[in-house]
């Protein structure tokens, strides 16, 4: 349907990064774009033909600062409605309700998917079948905005495993605490993305590709530098 405000959607995420002298640090990116750069190619593939990426090793407060100054470089004073993705990690959504309080927020889709699989996987260790079928029946059932009968279903499992009984738990716990996120059948009625592909690609692109290959490791200094020439370019 025709929109009031052009909608531009904002995403972030974090992807751990291998450091010299062992362990990882955990890379911070962002990536944003307007919704008329988002095009469908087919009904299984989209692109974005132009995005905006930032990316640091530092702190929140630090990563917060470079999101919302190439935010206002981005949008300038064109009207618009925000609309952030992300995976449910608090971070994030504490983020953006401190720069963009007036978003709209959608939990990603796929995430919410890797729940329900690790849920199907417990419940039918056996049956590949029987998980597919489970895990497309409870996605349908949440893309028609019923959180609460993906629950019910969740729970009337029969108890197999502790292993099982945990994955439920976390299920039902990352559904509640994100209720506010999840009606995808309103925002696929206003033709709104739902899931975080996007966000995705920008960990790929940024980080994984250039500084997770086989045998890398990084000092802090080098890791900041490239990641940030590869969001720039």
């Not at 890379?27 to 009904?43: I, N, S, T």
């Not at 994030?92 to 329900?116: K, T």
């Not at 009984?165 to 559904?175: A, D, K, M």
Request: overall charge neutral; hydrophobic content about 35%; glycine content about 6%.
């Amino acid at each position: 349907p025709p929109r009031e405000r052009p909608v531009f959607y904002v995403g972030a995420d974090g992807i751990h990064t291998p450091m010299r002298g062992g362990g990882t640090n955990e890379a911070k990116v962002g990536v944003m774009f307007w919704e008329h750069d988002h095009l469908r190619l087919c009904p299984t593939r989209s692109i974005v033909k132009h995005r905006e990426y930032v990316a640091t090793l530092e702190g929140i407060e630090t990563f917060r600062e470079h999101l919302n100054r190439c935010y206002t470089q981005t949008v300038q004073q064109q009207p618009h409605q925000v609309v952030f993705l992300g995976d449910g990690a608090a971070w994030i959504w504490r983020m953006a309700d401190l720069l963009f309080p007036d978003a709209l927020q959608i939990l990603d889709f796929f995430h919410v998917s890797e729940y329900l699989w690790e849920v199907a996987r417990h419940a039918f260790p056996q049956d590949d079948d029987q998980q597919r079928l489970w895990v497309e029946t409870q996605q349908d059932t949440l893309k028609q905005s019923q959180w609460h009968e993906v629950v019910d279903a969740a729970q009337r499992l029969p108890p197999k495993s502790d292993a099982l009984s945990t994955s439920i738990e976390r299920l039902v716990s990352y559904l509640r605490h994100n209720q506010s996120r999840i009606d995808y059948q309103t925002y696929r009625q206003q033709g709104l993305m739902i899931g975080s592909g996007v966000v995705e690609s920008s960990n790929r692109r940024i980080i994984t590709v250039r500084l997770k290959q086989s045998g890398m490791f990084w000092s802090k200094v080098g890791a900041e530098a490239v990641m940030n020439l590869r969001a720039c370019y």
